[in-house]
């Protein structure tokens, strides 16, 4: 009798699984991706990244100039804090270094439903999808 439960409790599971557990939420994004601002169509590229490891990034500023900051995530897929830092100017419609060196910011992150949201320890949001 006892395998005819733990048949059907694997039965049940494996339906569930197959429509969707039966929950409404929608599809968890991997925070380690390629992510664009909302109302931008910047990416801001995630990918190969771990958790408390520097993740080499670019950041685009005002006027095109392109700054690559490392950023480190502590935390885990849905939620967290990050550290920007150790920004350097690379290209741009300027000659020099248009305030790259001068980045940093920290602060903490969500990453629900397939949007990445990020809050600066200044009070800055800012959404992702």
Do not use: H
Not at 6 to 30: N, T
Not at 63 to 69: D, R, S, V
Not at 73 to 102: E, K, T
């Amino acid at each position: 009798m006892d395998f005819w439960r733990l048949g059907s409790a694997v039965a049940l599971i494996a339906a569930l699984a197959a429509c969707g557990g039966g929950s409404d939420d929608a599809e968890q994004k991997d925070l380690f991706s390629v992510w664009r601002e909302q109302g931008s169509s910047t990416p801001v590229d995630l990918t190969g990244g771990a958790f408390s490891t520097p993740l080499n990034f670019s950041l685009f500023v005002t006027g095109g100039a392109q700054c690559n900051c490392n950023m480190t995530l502590v935390g885990d897929q849905s939620s967290g804090a990050y550290v920007i830092n150790s920004c350097r100017f690379v290209a741009g419609s300027v000659a020099q270094d248009p305030g790259c060196s001068a980045l940093s910011d920290t602060g903490r992150y969500t990453n629900l439903d397939g949007i990445l949201t990020t809050t600066s320890d200044t009070g800055e949001v800012s959404t992702y999808r």
